[in-house]
């Protein structure tokens, strides 16, 4: 779950943004509505869903070099329509926009593209699978997937094999993101063993490691107090897995929620309340990069810190994401995404 | 104190208004014609950069199809797809207006309304609403359209998406062009396996556009600071002369007590006043004088190298506050000598002509001196100067120092005329005149910077003209160039063309690199076009006979420049040897250029065949020609160019940028006119006692008149003799040295004698009509003001 897509869906008309994210939460504009006890139909609905605002396929991976060196990489692919038509040509009014990065313990790679959704440069398709922007791909049957991403300064090519089920948070895929009732559809595949090649300045890296693949799409993210994010992807050593996400409210408080997901892919939703998440230390931008993260229903109450603290997001729009480290209660490795701190 | 003081000082100029105005209208018509310049040269800048800004102009490489047709848009998202981070173009005219769309998404920042006025919906920008972003004059120009004011587009261009612009050209599906953005992705495919039809046009860098207009630039800058020049040049003297005549008052003020400090500061702030004064003015006139110039340069720029100049004006700050910084600079340069001079010069010193004569005396030396260092120093700068600082320390070592010694040489004239005299009346004809100069040489320094000014930048300018004319001669020598799509069209042409003219010409070239540097090289037929019409800077023997022999090559000035290369050094084309065998000036070309045989280069370069073809034929059959063909061969008229009407619009065009010149010409010789005028009128007064032994001699006043007049009128001459050389030395400079340093081409140097005669003309009228009226004041002066000055003996 990345809120700050419900930003960044919002990234062209910077301008715009005000009165966009204003009308966002409240009412949606003709665009379809997610409503409770979806019915997921597989593989259609790992494509595109134009008549919903914002949608994206979102790819987080933490990697390890032969020498045990920890990289952490990402590749994702936003949607947001200006209007709940698919349409052709360049007046289509479908958006997209990738980010890729790679961080390692010293350095944070990152790239942005934009394209128009009319025209071919970028979409995605469900059978056959394939998400793609500009060179950009993410393809395959789900089972495997071949992903790829390019910048002047690095590029990798990757190849995924899933090794447990797709996993639905909150109510079955309905994930609930306010007290008022703001929801989006959220499922993930967070068992993809992943190995490849990162091409970066340092030279070409052979890495393997474990990926985690987002899914969610909506019309009505966010609700008018909500001002940021802190989103967590844990996998500790004993095989077990943990989503969590923080929605920071004007008024102090937070709205929280989490999914504890069994090795074999079995889980439990958790509402607000249950997740605690506090900031240990700040980085020197004030970016809290360690955390102290606690679900007292599993008896988790870890330590969560950033592999690198400078894991800036420079795109049209900042956000902070990379690899962590756990420790405490539970061990083992994970990656964060903090919005609302620019 | 200070107030009492300061009236006193004051006073002078209430009690001699006439030199008042000549301070302020010397300092205000300088200040004038520098900031006329400034403005004209900062509001095309401003265009410029805004062009840049818009459209990345030159900024960025470019993908074009070879021939110049659009291309599919499918090609553009199999490079996207394939890695290449490239952006659509879609560009055509409107009513006069370029309109260019771009897609925002992928064009690099600064280009497109990234940063969009307030109340831009982007969204509907996107979906195709209409929306175009242009300056107010373009949103005048498109009264149809929707237009959103932006002042920082180009002028005469409106901005929009590209599915609009798709839409307006009937261009669906179709690209003109690819901006490559720079920093490109790790393994992106090659262009010739992807896009075969495609070729990459390098950033034009400074090359283009950019180069030839700084070239103008330079021209009205170098034009402006001459026209300054003159300019302190009479400031100088108005102001040396207020001080002269005010020692009186100096000296009785400085009686009574006043403290040397507190004088020079007073003295020194009534002159910022002025110059506040003056300055303002000046900045006021110098608007109306751009804004008359204006619409005539934006049209030179617009025909010449089709840069978009908005024809409004705009009161920019850099321009008004420089025309206010260089008044106030300007008289402090001025007024520090005669400053300098009111403090160390013995208190009792008299004030009047002969007195000054005598203190010039004493300077000449000094003046000398300083004349024959500068000189000298130009003298080594002619022959060592090779950057644009070292070019204009040439010019101002030249100018100063010719002006320094422009009253010596005239000194040493007049001492010659006066020992060859015979009779009395010429004797003291020249002795007067002689006594007169120290007065009158500001003025005539002026005249001098002047006329040499002008005999400078018009010989430059006029150069400029021939070769570019000559050049379009040379290189659109051909009546028709049509260009074909394939092979089948290329022979349709030849055939159709063998019977209907005189010959076909096929233009055809490669892209390669000779001696390291990116060149072009054209295989040539040979043909009386080229033998008759190019002109060398260097050639051997015959140099057309050996390069359509096969057996050497021509290159441009460029690629000899940058290579070292000359006649007689060899090059290698695909490991063939060439010997040089003429080099010729090829202008505004950024890239090397060689050309070859016709069928040497068929060899060389076996796969590359003609597609451009020049057709030489009777200009007058040239519409029939293209008519016939269209129905023979079916190749249209839009594949041909009339290159003859062509040239005749850019020549005509041409002529629009003398026009500014002669305005600047005829407003600097009205201000050196104007600086003459003044010097007379105040020496007037102060020569009646000169003229007075004379008049009691038996001159009768008429006749003295008549003397003065000529007495000017020779001075002018004299001056224009020592102007002429000086301003071909000017010429020279600013062709050999700073062209050179600036753009990297040299511009052959042409002579304009019946320009320099009418100029001179024009500088001797000015020297006539300024000395009019002060010489019908000294022959009405009534006999009582005479014969006062043998009864009051000072």
């Given at each position: 779950?990345?809120?700050?897509?419900f930003l960044?869906?919002?990234?062209?008309p910077?301008?715009?943004?005000?009165?966009?994210?204003?009308?966002?939460?409240?009412?949606?504009?003709?665009?379809?509505?997610?409503?409770?006890?979806?019915?997921?139909d597989?593989?259609?609905?790992?494509?595109a869903h134009?008549?919903?605002?914002?949608?994206?396929w979102?790819?987080?991976?933490?990697?390890?070099?032969?020498?045990?060196?920890?990289?952490g990489?990402?590749?994702?692919?936003f949607?947001?329509?200006?209007?709940?038509?698919?349409?052709?040509?360049?007046?289509a009014?479908?958006?997209?926009?990738?980010?890729?990065?790679?961080?390692?313990?010293?350095?944070?790679?990152?790239?942005?593209?934009?394209?128009?959704?009319?025209?071919?440069?970028?979409?995605?398709?469900?059978?056959?699978?394939?998400?793609?922007?500009?060179?950009?791909?993410?393809?395959?049957?789900?089972?495997?997937?071949?992903?790829?991403?390019?910048?002047?300064?690095?590029?990798?090519?990757?190849?995924?094999?899933?090794?447990g089920?797709?996993?639905?948070?909150?109510?079955?895929?309905?994930?609930?993101?306010?007290?008022?009732?703001?929801?989006?559809y959220?499922?993930?595949?967070?068992?993809?063993?992943?190995?490849?090649?990162?091409?970066?300045?340092?030279?070409?890296?052979?890495?393997?490691?474990n990926?985690?693949?987002?899914?969610?799409?909506?019309?009505?993210?966010?609700?008018?107090?909500?001002?940021?994010?802190?989103?967590?992807?844990?996998?500790?050593?004993?095989g077990?897995?943990?989503?969590?996400?923080?929605?920071?409210?004007?008024?102090?408080?937070?709205?929280t929620?989490?999914?504890?997901?069994?090795?074999?892919?079995?889980?439990?939703?958790?509402?607000?309340?249950?997740l605690?998440a506090?900031?240990?230390?700040?980085?020197?931008?004030?970016?809290?990069?360690?955390?102290?993260v606690e679900?007292?229903?599993?008896?988790?109450?870890?330590?969560?810190?950033?592999?690198?603290?400078?894991?800036?997001?420079?795109?049209?729009?900042?956000?902070?994401?990379?690899?962590?480290?756990?420790?405490?209660?539970?061990?083992?490795?994970?990656?964060?995404?903090?919005?609302?701190?620019? | 104190?200070?107030?009492?003081?300061?009236?006193?000082?004051?006073?002078?100029?209430?009690?001699?208004?006439?030199?008042?105005?000549?301070?302020?209208?010397?300092?205000?018509?300088?200040?004038?014609?520098?900031?006329?310049?400034q403005?004209?040269?900062?509001?095309?800048?401003?265009s410029?950069?805004?062009?840049?800004?818009?459209?990345?102009?030159?900024?960025?490489?470019?993908?074009?199809?070879?021939?110049?047709?659009?291309?599919?848009?499918?090609?553009?998202?199999?490079?996207?797809?394939?890695?290449?981070?490239?952006?659509?173009?879609?560009?055509?005219?409107?009513?006069?207006?370029?309109?260019?769309?771009?897609?925002?998404?992928?064009a690099?920042?600064?280009?497109?309304?990234?940063?969009?006025?307030e109340?831009?919906?982007?969204?509907?920008?996107?979906?195709?609403?209409?929306?175009?972003?242009?300056?107010?004059?373009?949103?005048?120009a498109?009264p149809?359209?929707?237009?959103?004011?932006?002042?920082?587009?180009?002028?005469?261009?409106?901005?929009?998406?590209?599915?609009?612009a798709?839409?307006?050209?009937?261009?669906?599906?179709?690209?003109?062009?690819l901006?490559v953005?720079?920093?490109?992705?790790?393994?992106?495919?090659?262009?010739a396996?992807?896009?075969?039809?495609?070729?990459?046009?390098?950033?034009?860098?400074?090359?283009?556009?950019?180069?030839?207009t700084?070239?103008?630039?330079?021209n009205?800058?170098?034009?402006?600071?001459?026209?300054?020049?003159?300019?302190?040049?009479?400031?100088?003297?108005?102001?040396?002369?207020?001080?002269?005549?005010?020692?009186?008052?100096?000296?009785?003020?400085?009686?009574?007590?006043?403290?040397?400090?507190?004088?020079?500061?007073?003295?020194?702030?009534?002159?910022?006043?002025?110059?506040?004064?003056?300055?303002?003015?000046?900045?006021?006139l110098?608007?109306?004088?751009?804004?008359?110039?204006?619409?005539?340069?934006?049209?030179?720029?617009?025909?010449?190298?089709?840069?978009?100049?908005?024809g409004t004006?705009?009161?920019?700050?850099?321009?008004?506050?420089?025309?206010?910084?260089?008044?106030?600079?300007?008289?402090?340069?001025?007024?520090?000598?005669?400053?300098?001079?009111?403090?160390?010069?013995?208190?009792?010193?008299?004030a009047?002509?002969?007195?000054?004569?005598?203190?010039?005396?004493?300077?000449?030396?000094?003046?000398?001196?300083?004349?024959?260092?500068?000189?000298?120093?130009?003298?080594?700068?002619?022959?060592?100067?090779?950057?644009?600082?070292?070019?204009?320390?040439?010019?101002?070592?030249?100018?100063?120092?010719?002006?320094?010694?422009?009253?010596?040489?005239?000194?040493?004239?007049?001492?010659?005329?006066?020992?060859?005299?015979?009779?009395?009346?010429?004797?003291?004809?020249?002795?007067?005149?002689?006594?007169?100069?120290?007065?009158?040489s500001?003025?005539l320094?002026?005249?001098?910077?002047?006329?040499?000014?002008?005999v400078?930048?018009?010989?430059?300018v006029?150069?400029?003209?021939?070769?570019?004319?000559?050049?379009?001669?040379?290189?659109l020598?051909?009546?028709?160039?049509?260009?074909?799509?394939?092979?089948?069209q290329?022979?349709?042409?030849?055939?159709?063309?063998?019977?209907?003219?005189?010959i076909?010409?096929?233009?055809?070239?490669?892209?390669?690199?000779?001696?390291?540097?990116?060149t072009?090289?054209?295989?040539?037929?040979?043909?009386?076009?080229y033998?008759?019409?190019?002109?060398?800077?260097?050639?051997?023997?015959?140099?057309?006979?050996?390069?359509?022999?096969?057996?050497?090559?021509?290159?441009?000035?460029?690629?000899?420049?940058?290579?070292?290369?000359?006649?007689?050094?060899?090059?290698?084309?695909?490991?063939?040897?060439?010997?040089?065998?003429?080099?010729?000036?090829?202008?505004?070309?950024?890239?090397?250029?060689?050309?070859?045989?016709?069928?040497?280069?068929?060899?060389?370069?076996?796969?590359?065949?003609?597609?451009?073809?020049?057709?030489?034929?009777?200009?007058?059959?040239v519409?029939?020609?293209?008519?016939?063909?269209?129905?023979?061969?079916?190749i249209?008229?839009?594949?041909?160019?009339?290159?003859?009407?062509?040239?005749?619009?850019?020549?005509?065009?041409?002529?629009?940028?003398?026009t500014?010149?002669?305005?600047?010409?005829?407003?600097?010789?009205?201000?050196?006119g104007?600086a003459?005028?003044?010097?007379?009128?105040?020496?007037?007064?102060?020569?009646?006692?000169?003229?007075?032994?004379?008049w009691?001699?038996?001159?009768?006043?008429?006749?003295?008149?008549?003397?003065?007049?000529?007495?000017?009128?020779?001075?002018?001459?004299?001056?224009?003799?020592?102007?002429l050389?000086?301003?071909?030395?000017?010429?020279?400079?600013?062709?050999?040295?700073?062209?050179?340093?600036?753009?990297?081409?040299?511009?052959?140097?042409?002579?304009?004698?019946?320009?320099?005669?009418?100029?001179?003309?024009?500088?001797?009228?000015?020297?006539?009509?300024?000395?009019?009226?002060?010489?019908?004041?000294?022959?009405?002066?009534?006999?009582?003001?005479l014969?006062?000055?043998?009864?009051?003996?000072?």
């Open positions: 779950m990345n809120v700050k897509a960044l869906a919002l990234f062209l910077c301008t715009a943004m005000a009165q966009g994210f204003a009308g966002l939460g409240t009412d949606a504009d003709g665009f379809t509505v997610p409503e409770p006890n979806p019915q997921f597989f593989p259609a609905d790992h494509g134009p008549d919903y605002r914002i949608e994206w979102y790819l987080t991976a933490n990697l390890t070099a032969e020498d045990g060196t920890p990289y990489l990402q590749w994702t692919l949607r947001s329509a200006l209007a709940p038509e698919a349409g052709d040509g360049w007046t009014p479908q958006l997209w926009m990738g980010h890729a990065a790679v961080t390692t313990p010293d350095n944070h790679y990152v790239t942005e593209r934009l394209a128009r959704g009319g025209i071919g440069q970028a979409g995605v398709t469900a059978d056959p699978f394939e998400a793609w922007i500009d060179d950009w791909v993410l393809q395959g049957d789900w089972d495997t997937l071949r992903m790829t991403a390019s910048a002047p300064d690095f590029a990798y090519d990757m190849a995924l094999t899933a090794q089920p797709l996993i639905f948070h909150g109510d079955a895929g309905y994930s609930v993101k306010s007290a008022a009732g703001q929801a989006s959220y499922y993930s595949q967070p068992f993809f063993a992943i190995e490849g090649t990162l091409q970066l300045p340092e030279g070409d890296i052979a890495v393997t490691g990926a985690w693949l987002d899914r969610e799409w909506s019309s009505q993210p966010l609700a008018d107090n909500q001002t940021g994010w802190d989103w967590f992807s844990l996998s500790f050593d004993d077990h897995k943990m989503m969590g996400f923080r929605l920071q409210q004007t008024d102090g408080n937070n709205f929620s989490a999914t504890w997901i069994s090795p074999d892919g079995d889980t439990t939703p958790y509402t607000d309340g249950a605690v506090t900031p240990l230390a700040m980085s020197d931008d004030d970016v809290p990069v360690r955390w102290r679900l007292p229903a599993q008896g988790v109450d870890v330590t969560v810190a950033a592999i690198n603290e400078n894991a800036w997001m420079t795109t049209s729009v900042p956000y902070w994401e990379g690899p962590v480290t756990v420790t405490g209660s539970h061990a083992g490795i994970g990656y964060l995404e903090m919005t609302g701190y620019e | 104190m200070t107030w009492a003081t300061l009236q006193a000082l004051l006073s002078h100029w209430w009690r001699n208004p006439l030199q008042l105005f000549t301070l302020l209208a010397g300092l205000a018509l300088a200040t004038a014609l520098w900031s006329g310049v403005a004209v040269n900062a509001e095309a800048r401003a410029y950069d805004a062009a840049a800004a818009t459209l990345g102009e030159g900024q960025y490489d470019r993908l074009v199809r070879r021939d110049g047709q659009p291309m599919a848009q499918a090609i553009y998202v199999d490079l996207r797809r394939a890695g290449w981070l490239v952006s659509p173009i879609v560009q055509g005219r409107l009513d006069g207006v370029r309109i260019i769309g771009v897609d925002p998404l992928t690099p920042s600064g280009i497109g309304p990234v940063a969009p006025a109340g831009t919906d982007i969204a509907a920008f996107l979906t195709g609403d209409g929306q175009f972003f242009g300056t107010a004059e373009t949103a005048a498109l149809d359209l929707n237009v959103i004011i932006t002042p920082e587009t180009a002028p005469n261009t409106a901005l929009t998406d590209i599915g609009v798709q839409r307006v050209f009937a261009k669906s599906g179709q690209i003109d062009s901006i953005l720079p920093g490109q992705p790790k393994g992106r495919a090659d262009l396996t992807l896009a075969p039809d495609l070729i990459l046009q390098p950033a034009q860098g400074g090359s283009d556009i950019g180069r030839l700084d070239s103008f630039h330079l009205l800058t170098a034009f402006g600071l001459l026209s300054f020049a003159v300019g302190i040049f009479i400031v100088n003297g108005a102001i040396g002369l207020a001080f002269e005549q005010r020692r009186p008052v100096v000296r009785t003020l400085r009686a009574l007590g006043l403290p040397l400090r507190q004088l020079v500061i007073l003295m020194g702030a009534e002159l910022m006043l002025f110059a506040l004064i003056a300055g303002l003015i000046g900045v006021a110098g608007y109306v004088i751009a804004a008359v110039l204006l619409p005539d340069v934006a049209a030179t720029l617009r025909g010449l190298y089709g840069a978009d100049v908005s004006l705009q009161l920019r700050p850099v321009w008004w506050l420089s025309g206010l910084a260089i008044a106030l600079g300007g008289t402090a340069i001025a007024a520090g000598g005669a400053l300098y001079q009111m403090a160390k010069m013995p208190l009792l010193a008299a009047q002509p002969r007195a000054l004569a005598m203190a010039a005396g004493r300077r000449a030396r000094v003046q000398g001196i300083a004349a024959a260092v500068l000189l000298g120093l130009s003298a080594i700068m002619m022959v060592t100067a090779n950057g644009l600082i070292g070019g204009f320390t040439l010019l101002a070592s030249l100018l100063i120092g010719a002006a320094l010694a422009l009253p010596l040489i005239l000194d040493r004239i007049l001492a010659g005329s006066s020992k060859a005299a015979k009779s009395v009346t010429a004797q003291w004809f020249w002795a007067d005149t002689r006594q007169q100069l120290p007065g009158l500001l003025a320094m002026a005249l001098l910077l002047a006329m040499s000014a002008n400078g930048v018009s010989t430059m006029s150069s400029f003209r021939l070769t570019f004319t000559d050049f379009l001669d040379q290189r020598a051909s009546e028709l160039y049509i260009r074909t799509e394939n092979e089948a290329s022979a349709a042409l030849i055939a159709f063309a063998k019977d209907r003219t005189d076909v010409l096929p233009i055809q070239n490669v892209d390669t690199q000779v001696a390291g540097q990116p072009e090289v054209f295989g040539a037929r040979d043909h009386a076009t033998r008759d019409n190019w002109v060398f800077l260097e050639q051997s023997v015959d140099p057309w006979d050996t390069t359509f022999g096969g057996e050497t090559v021509l290159i441009n000035e460029q690629l000899s420049r940058r290579a070292g290369l000359n006649v007689g050094d060899e090059v290698t084309l695909q490991g063939t040897p060439f010997a040089i065998a003429g080099v010729y000036g090829d202008y505004g070309n950024p890239i090397g250029q060689a050309v070859i045989g016709e069928g040497v280069f068929a060899t060389l370069y076996p796969d590359i065949t003609p597609r451009n073809f020049g057709l030489r034929m009777d200009p007058a059959s519409p029939d020609f293209v008519a016939d063909l269209e129905a023979a061969t079916g249209p008229a839009t594949q041909s160019v009339n290159q003859a009407s062509i040239k005749a619009i850019s020549l005509g065009i041409f002529e629009r940028t003398f500014v010149t002669t305005a600047l010409n005829v407003l600097t010789l009205a201000v050196a104007f003459i005028l003044m010097s007379l009128l105040t020496l007037a007064t102060m020569r009646v006692p000169q003229l007075a032994p004379a009691a001699m038996g001159m009768t006043r008429a006749q003295i008149g008549r003397l003065e007049l000529l007495r000017a009128v020779m001075l002018a001459l004299l001056t224009a003799v020592v102007a050389p000086l301003g071909l030395a000017l010429a020279w400079a600013l062709l050999a040295v700073v062209n050179v340093a600036a753009f990297g081409w040299e511009l052959p140097m042409y002579f304009f004698p019946m320009d320099y005669a009418r100029l001179g003309l024009f500088a001797l009228l000015a020297a006539a009509l300024a000395a009019l009226w002060p010489a019908r004041r000294l022959a009405r002066t009534p006999p009582a003001d014969l006062k000055v043998f009864s009051n003996e000072r």
